[in-house]
């Protein structure tokens, strides 16, 4: 009987999966020409590029980490969990219980994507008069965090490949950088909780200085038509550390806890091969 279930399991999925890429194509499209595009564009800011530049302090689990006056809408977690699984399909919440933390959490040296990396990692702003780029810092490095890159001189590329981080593109609306994300793989989470998304994953960002510039507020619309039932939103602020903070080295599996996982990996692929050698009659 479990195998017939997981049979109906990874049928529902492949099922999905043609579903997703029969629509890509249209999605891509509408992403081009609507959610990022709602205010005016204006020129870039004087100044912004040195004003944005730098090192950004990641938001605290609580969701306590915000300027006087400002209130955070959603902490990371456990709110945040809660919210998105009142929003989730069936069929993804039935991923999610699918889903083997061990074989698939970032702590495999995998980026956390977006939405989680946004909400637990600090991160290292590089500027130039094309291009914004996010870098993962501190608490996790380039390796969770991985290097997000927001293009400002250029739309939607026609069909991005699918990725970690996205295709991303933005535009300025006064002194808010409005961002838009399109393009993302499969294999990343919203939430540490193993919440799934799929390929039709759509971003707006907005982000603006707030607090006499000493923080950072960003506003983030999400939404996936083929894993939710509607879009969420939620907001988050960073504060801006003193200029010449080093970004952390980051060393992917450089913890116990990261050896430890890759070991029990690398021991079940040794022994999965062994089974099915062993079911083909082979030798070694």
Known sequence: MRRVSDMLFQAVLILTAIAVTAEMQVLTAAAQTTGAAVGKRTPSPPGWQEKWMGMYEQQDREGKNAPPGFKVDYPPEPDTIELIDSLTQPWARARREGTVWDLEDSTLCRPQGTVRKDSSLDFQIVVSPEKITLIGGRGGGIYLGGSRRI???????????????????????????????????????????????TEALHIVERWRFVSNDQWIEMTATIDDRFALTAPFTVTRYYRKLPDHTAPDEGICLDTPEGRRAWVKLFKQSLEDWDEERKSLGTKE
């Open 151 to 197: 293009y400002l001189n250029r739309p939607h590329l026609k069909n991005p490949p699918l990725t970690y981080l996205g295709d991303w593109v933005g535009h300025w609306e006064g002194d808010t950088l409005v961002a838009d994300g399109i393009g993302f793989n499969e294999k990343t989470w919203f939430t540490r909780d193993r919440q799934r998304h």
